[in-house]
């Protein structure tokens, strides 16, 4: 199929669609604001808005909507039909410039951590230009959707896509600064993410039997299966015919949405898969990203599928996460590309400098931006990275930068291995080599750094607003000391300036096994924070050192950085309690009728040692319900959820409990008949034919 028959990005408002539908001056001017990030012209909503219309129902759309990103970390969409009634029988079609730049929803059911009184309940989207318009179609019709950001009356945030624009706008700012110390001006920051994002199928009729995985996304109890139906061949094996349908399926969708999806292939896990599109610009990449989820969700159940998005939904096999790609580019080149000529690689050390000190200092923003109750689960399970945050050089460029840290100085100065940035060019780095390390949660992988933490159901946006924020903060920094250098003597000041950053931060370098034992120990006299679940993660986000990175870089103020940390607990708590919940139900009304019957057929044929053990079974099962009944009683009496969260305590306790009473589930498994198990087991729901 070309790609006209495919139908690539026919469904985006994109350049093509604005000339065929917009005058010429519009087109340029909107094409500005879009790519230099000039405010908008008011004066063009209108024209816009109608060609918008004319382009939308051309393609069978009926409804326009304000697309969002609330906290809740999916997307939000109200929609409003284009035709209105205008007397006797007749519709007229209306979308105005007012309708395209401002939205308001009704606001007061989406979470905003105590920023919005119900009563001040009005919230508003308003139109965020730089990523286009698209068509979303479903069965019977179609909606044009724009891309918002979502705030409150008083204009404070409410959405993830503010939050990230602002980090965008303080790297662009970071990055001009730095840039203007090498004599280069004139261009803007282009920050680049590319998101492979992995996810599981399983059958839905198989699915719509397990009410854990219909209302928390995960099993809550399941035997590990077999070891031979842990198919090791499954990675990059050849993908079933029932699979690559579905594959095609969503391919085909997101190319016409614009979305460069390209590569898929069968994950570590059965059942695993994953999707990883071509990097793109940030803000368009995460909003991308986002469609992809969606996408994939909707086209399995085409094909009677599920998409399972959460980070672990079955224990004993390996979970889902979501690569974040990131790098950042000036008039078009690659910063974190080495490059070829003195220039460039100072430039590059400059940018690798600022990295190693923002992941140093801010370690624990970056990893509280990965907390969720599904990546709990999986990170630091040894098969993921662990919770600590360390960086991934490999030995050549770390060979670089030791060097660079034992060189200069009257004394070193004759040294053949110094390296001297102004007049040396690195040596090449070759871009395989140096992602050999899976075991690293941010990895450098030759030309951008690989955060590997952040979990497969996670909107990008939270991760890469915590790295632009820090990351612009270090240039900053940087860049005042780089500014204040004497010009005569320059590259030596530079390398004055660099390995200071190197000495005093790379304690964050660490190349060998992040599922090491030895390195948690490690990492624990290098005074790396390790922080192993989500109330610890979120307690470090309120700090004074973390109100005041954000503050100062203009992305978020404390009330607002505050109301983000208390909507992510909350909703933490709130997944947990569901869970607890669905796991007594299924284990009360399932797993215990099921041993009761499993119990009288034994009984019937006189099988005295299966009575024994399954009734041992029976009574641990019921005591550890018993346990976590009021340990959840425990936590509803408590005072404020905060506060107890804070102390770390009970969401622990919790999980430890649920845990316990899983193990009595899953050793009751194999000792319940087939035809009795209430549910279906891991190697039906692995096995994906
Ligand atoms: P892996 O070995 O982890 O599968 P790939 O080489 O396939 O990695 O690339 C992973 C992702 O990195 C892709 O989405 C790719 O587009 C993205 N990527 C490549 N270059 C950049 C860049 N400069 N900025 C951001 N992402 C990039
Ligand atoms: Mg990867």
């Known amino acids: 199929m070309s790609l006209e028959e495919l ?41 816009v808005a109608h060609a918008l219309k004319q382009w939308g129902m051309a393609r069978g759309a009926t409804h326009f909507t304000h697309w969002f990103q609330p906290l ?18 007749e519709t007229i079609a209306r979308f105005s410039g007012k309708n395209l730049i401002m939205g308001e929803p009704d606001a007061s059911s989406f979470p905003s951590g105590g920023l919005r009184c119900t009563f001040e309940a009005r919230g508003y989207t308003a139109w965020d230009v730089t990523s286009p318009a698209f068509i979303k179609r479903h069965s019977n019709g179609a909606t044009l959707c724009i891309p918002t950001v979502f705030c409150s009356y008083t204009g404070e945030v409410l959405d993830k896509k503010t939050p990230l624009l602002r980090s965008m706008q303080a790297m662009d700012k970071a990055v001009q600064k730095l840039m203007a110390c090498f004599g280069e001006t004139g261009g803007h920051a282009d920050i680049t993410l590319g998101a492979e994002q992995e ?24 035997a590990p299966p077999a070891r031979s139906q842990l198919s090791e061949d499954h990675y990059f094996g050849s993908i079933k ?17 614009g979305i460069p999806a390209k590569t898929r292939h069968n994950e570590t896990a059965p059942a695993q898969f994953e999707l990883a599109p071509m990097f793109e610009e940030l803000n368009l990449a995460v909003d991308h990203n986002m469609l992809i989820m969606e996408t ?42 080495p490059g070829s000529n003195p220039q460039e690689n100072a430039i590059f050390l400059a940018v690798l400098a600022s990295v190693v000190r923002a992941v140093d200092l801010h370690a624990d923003v970056l990893r509280a931006a990965t907390a969720s109750l599904g990546n709990d689960c999986r990170l630091g399970a040894l098969e993921a990275p662990p919770a ?84 612009a903060e270090s240039m900053e920094v940087l860049a005042a000391a780089i500014d204040k250098l004497p010009k005569r003597r320059f590259h030596e000041g530079l390398e004055r300036v660099l390995r200071a950053v190197f000495r005093d931060h790379g304690r964050v370098i660490f190349n060998g096994d992040g599922y090491s034992e030895a390195w948690v120990a490690e990492a624990k006299k290098r005074g ?33 950085l505050r109301s983000r940390h208390d909507v992510f607990l909350a909703e933490y708590e709130r997944k947990l309690g569901i869970e607890a919940k669905v796991l007594q139900e299924m284990v009360r009304g399932r797993v215990i009728p099921a041993i009761e019957a499993e119990l009288r057929r034994l009984a019937e044929t006189w ?61 009751a498994e194999g000792l319940v008949s087939d035809d009795l198990w209430p549910m279906p087991k891991y190697r039906e729901l692995l096995a994906m034919n």
């Not at 039997?209 to 219909?214: H, N, S, T």
């Not at 939904?313 to 889902?320: H, I, K, L």
């Not at 700090?543 to 990175?549: A, G, R, V, Y």
């Not at 009970?650 to 845990?659: E, G, L, S, T, Y």
């Open 296 to 337: 994939l969700r909707n086209v399995a159940e085409r094909h009677g599928l599920v998409c399972l998005l959460h980070e672990k939904p079955f224990a004993w096999v390996n979970g889902s996460g979501k690569h974040n790609n990131w790098s950042v580019a000036y008039k078009g080149r690659n910063l974190l590309d």
């Open 528 to 560: 790396l924070p390790n922080l192993r679940n989500t109330p610890e993660a979120l307690a470090c986000q309120i700090t004074d050192k973390n109100f005041e990175l954000f503050a100062k870089m203009g992305v978020l103020t404390p009330a607002e």
């Open 388 to 471: 600590i945050v360390s960086i991934f050089l490999g030995d050549e460029l770390t060979g670089v930068i030791r060097r660079l840290e034992q060189g200069g100085g009257e004394a070193t100065r004759g040294r053949a291995e110094k390296l001297r940035i102004g007049v040396d060019t690195l040596p090449p780095i070759p871009r395989d080599t140096s992602d050999r390390n899976r075991t690293s949660p941010f990895a450098f992988t030759g030309n951008k750094f690989e955060f590997r933490a952040p979990g497969s159901s996670q909107n990008c946006s939270g991760v890469c607003m915590v790295l632009n924020t820090m990351v």
């Open 199 to 222: 996810y599981f199928l399983v059958d839905k009729a198989l699915w719509a039997k397990r009410p854990d995985l219909m209302q928390c996304g995960r099993t809550l109890v399941g």
């Open 72 to 89: 809740t970390g999916s997307t939000a969409e109200k929609h409003d039909a284009f035709y209105e009634p205008a007397g006797m029988a």
């Open 7 to 47: 139908k690539y990005g026919s469904d985006v408002f994109n350049e093509q669609a604005m000339r065929e539908y917009l005058a010429k001056d519009t087109v340029e001017t909107l094409l500005h604001t879009m790519r230099d990030r000039a405010p908008l012209d008011p004066s063009i909503a209108n024209e």
């Open 607 to 667: 099988q005295a040692l299966g009575i024994l053990k399954l009734s041992k079974s029976a009574e641990a099962m019921h005591a550890r319900a018993e346990a976590l009944d009021e340990k959840l009683q425990k936590v509803a009496e408590g005072s404020d959820a905060l506060a107890r969260a804070m102390a770390g305590k009970h969401p622990d306790d919790i999980v430890a409990q649920m845990q316990r009473l899983r193990h009595v589930v899953d050793c």
């Open 241 to 257: 015919p029932r699979v690559l349908a579905f594959m095609e399926e969503v391919e085909q969708e997101l190319w016409r949405l």
